[in-house]
């Protein structure tokens, strides 16, 4: 059964800090791993999806990388800004549609 | 225009009641899905639709009821509703489904509080 686990599960950095969130999956055979972002009360926002064959995704200031083997995956934001306080939410996708997401690291940027 | 719309937004009912929650998707999108978020904010799958046909069953009491009129459309509908359902429900959809391409659109999410 694939468990996904994020840490943290919160972080708080000034405006301006270049920061890592990280994510682990314990089943390797993925298609694809995905990063949304989560604001408060809304839907989830993709962000961005890397495929199994893929080791990194980038989209502007956002980069993700894809170790299958070892299980992990981190998100890398460049020049945080307040804007970007939200939750970010991991989410593997196995051998059927469905995604089993971890509980997602709170990320708050301070001014 | 909304992607991934829900209704309602919010939803506050007594215990035992039934209740229905809609969803729509106007991405010409075949696969549906709907997703709990308890209050530990995990989010987790319960149903996926493709073309109307249901995929993805997980160990969801048979009081939930997924109903596609079309592919557009996956309504929940909820007997008897209780205490511990209260929950943000999420409805999403994607292009094709089973692709290691495919993303997901989520819509803003029903919040049910069962009294």
């Known amino acids: 059964k694939q468990e996904v686990t994020q840490i943290p599960a919160a972080l708080s950095v000034p405006e301006g800090e270049n920061l890592v969130l990280n994510c682990s999956f314990t089943d390797s055979a993925i298609y694809n791993l995905q990063w949304f972002r989560q604001d408060p009360g809304k839907g989830l926002t993709s962000l961005l999806l890397i495929q199994s064959s893929q080791r990194e995704q980038t989209s502007g200031r956002l980069n993700a990388s894809l170790d299958k083997s070892s299980g992990r995956s981190t998100l890398y934001i460049a020049a945080s800004q307040p804007g970007d306080s939200a939750t970010y939410l991991c989410a593997v996708q196995g051998g059927s549609e469905k995604l089993v997401f971890g509980k997602g690291t709170k990320l708050t940027v301070n001014p | 225009d909304t992607a991934v719309s829900q209704t309602p937004k919010y939803l506050v009912t007594q215990m035992g009641n039934d209740k229905s929650i809609k969803c729509e998707q106007n991405?010409?999108?075949?696969?549906m899905y709907w997703y709990k978020q308890d209050s530990k904010k995990f989010l987790k799958i319960m149903f996926s639709?493709?073309?109307?046909?249901?995929?993805i069953n997980e160990t969801v009491p048979n009081r939930f009821s997924p109903k596609s009129p079309d592919k557009a459309h996956l309504n929940l509908h909820i007997n008897s509703l209780e205490l511990g359902d209260s929950a943000v429900y999420f409805c999403?959809?994607?292009?094709?489904?089973?692709?290691?391409?495919?993303?997901?659109?989520f819509g803003p999410g029903t919040r049910l509080t069962v009294l």
């Open positions: 991405l010409g999108h075949d696969t």
């Open positions: 999403a959809s994607s292009p094709m489904g089973l692709s290691s391409t495919d993303t997901q659109y």
């Open positions: 639709y493709n073309n109307k046909e249901l995929i």
